[in-house]
């Protein structure tokens, strides 16, 4: 399908798929067995100057906005979507310090994150916040010029391999959700340590660790937009990082299609292959049609959300003010019901399909030294992160409900 890319962004496709091809396909089994942290290959983003595809040019990126991030995560979850995660996370890292933070601060640690030479995380969850982020324990208390951090994040990717990690702790423990705060935390900062490093079912390539903060000070320069609004940096980061998770389903679906593809039109059963049976050809068919879809729905919601974004971001670049305050100054709306239906249509449809695959492959596709499998173990957590699916469900219908009522009002009013 022809979905009008610009010259740029199909260079993006083409250079990422084969470097992709080249690179990491030869070594994502490796990873995937080993749990080992991709280095060589995150060597090689780097050299690809692949980390700044969505960041302004003004911090080293390529300029580009969502659609660029979707493009090359797309891309790299058609190979392997542990080792893709690696860039991924980067850009969960950046995104709320792109939209909410000063001019000082984006100088300070979006050039290093544009090229790569920095990696990122961003760490959120806690033991007992995880659906329900108002349940952050972490604390963050101000003393002077630093903030004094003590707690626990669980669950962090990229946690280890990276060198800066947003964060979110509470400021004020008695105002609940709007207590929260963002931060960004260096590693080697003294009292930030790595506790448990988890081992997954899937993107076995992928770091998650547990992020130990014990009287950590960071500078108070480190808080992102306001004490109070981390809960609102968090919501906005992720309307706009969902398309990413999104793009990784995607991405992944089309992989174990390819892989399948190649293994059915050789393997024979009866005296034909198995490609020509035409139960394997509806199940094709059904996975094709859903990756497209989804697919239609992500480009179309990346491309509104550039659109109506990208004015901001130029204009607080240019007047050196907040991203998010040019936002509100344009009007620009919240994507959560949009971005949401990217993550929810694209995932299901990646665990649908990976499973399927699997099943036309037969026995083989169960195996380890087969490539299907591991899409299929790699496939679940789309739906897990940034927000499960029942969570995403939840806000979509609210949005939905919300919108409905506000119709109405405006209906009577007029
Ligand atoms: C591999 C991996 C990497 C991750 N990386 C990061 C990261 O980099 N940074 C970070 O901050 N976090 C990260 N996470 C955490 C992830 O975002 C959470 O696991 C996720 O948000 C769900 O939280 P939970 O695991 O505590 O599940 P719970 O919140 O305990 O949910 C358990 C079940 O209950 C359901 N549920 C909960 N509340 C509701 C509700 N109100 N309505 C309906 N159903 C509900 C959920 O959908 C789920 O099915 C990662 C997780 C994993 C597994």
Excluded at 380 to 406: L, P, V
């Amino acid at each position: 399908m022809d979905y009008g890319l610009t010259e740029t962004q199909q260079e993006i496709v083409d250079l990422t798929y084969r470097l992709a091809v080249e690179k990491m396909k030869p070594v994502r089994e490796h990873y995937d067995n080993t749990e080992e942290y991709p280095w060589p290959i995150v060597e090689e983003f780097r050299k690809a100057d692949l980390f700044g595809v969505y960041l302004p040019e003004k911090y080293g990126g390529l300029g580009g906005g969502t659609m660029e991030l979707v493009l090359v995560t797309e891309q790299l979850s058609r190979i392997c979507a542990g080792i893709a995660l690696s860039v991924a996370a980067c850009g969960l890292c950046a995104i709320p310090i792109l939209l909410f933070a000063n001019e000082e601060q984006r100088q300070r640690f979006l050039p290093d994150l544009a090229s790569g030479k920095r990696l990122g995380a961003f760490a959120l969850t806690e033991p007992q916040a995880g659906s329900d982020a108002t349940a952050t324990k972490c604390t963050a208390r101000l003393e002077g010029d630093y903030y004094v951090i003590n707690g626990q994040k669980n669950f962090c990717s990229n946690g280890n391999a990276a060198d800066l990690y947003t964060f979110f702790a509470t400021t004020n423990p008695a105002r609940g959700a709007r207590g929260l705060s963002a931060f960004v935390v260096e590693k080697g900062t003294p009292g930030f340590s790595f506790g448990k490093k988890e081992h997954k079912m899937g993107i076995r390539a992928s770091w998650t660790y547990d992020l130990v903060f014990n009287n950590c000070k960071i500078p108070k320069k480190n808080l992102l937009y306001k004490e109070g609004y981390g809960l609102f940096v968090a919501q906005n980061t992720f309307d706009a990082s969902r398309p990413g998770v999104a793009s990784q389903a995607l991405g992944l679906a089309t992989g174990a299609i390819d892989e399948t593809l190649s293994y059915i039109r050789i393997r024979k059963q009866f005296g034909q292959t198995i490609a020509s049976f035409q139960a394997i050809q509806h199940m094709l068919a059904d996975c094709a049609t859903a990756v497209e879809a989804s697919r239609a729905l992500l480009y179309s919601t990346a491309r509104a959300m550039d659109k109506e974004m990208k004015p901001a971001i130029d204009a607080a670049m240019e007047k050196g003010t907040i991203v998010f305050d040019e936002m509100n100054a344009l009007g620009v709306k919240r994507w959560t019901k949009e971005s949401g239906m990217c993550k929810v249509l694209c995932s299901d449809t990646a665990m649908r399909v990976a499973t399927d695959c699997v099943q036309m492959c037969g026995g083989i596709g169960y195996m380890r030294d087969f490539p299907v499998e591991k899409y299929m173990r790699d496939a679940k957590i789309t739906q897990i992160y940034e927000g499960t699916n029942q969570i995403q469900r939840n806000e979509i219908a609210m949005m939905i409900i919300k919108e409905a009522a506000s119709k109405q009002k405006e209906a009577v009013a007029a």
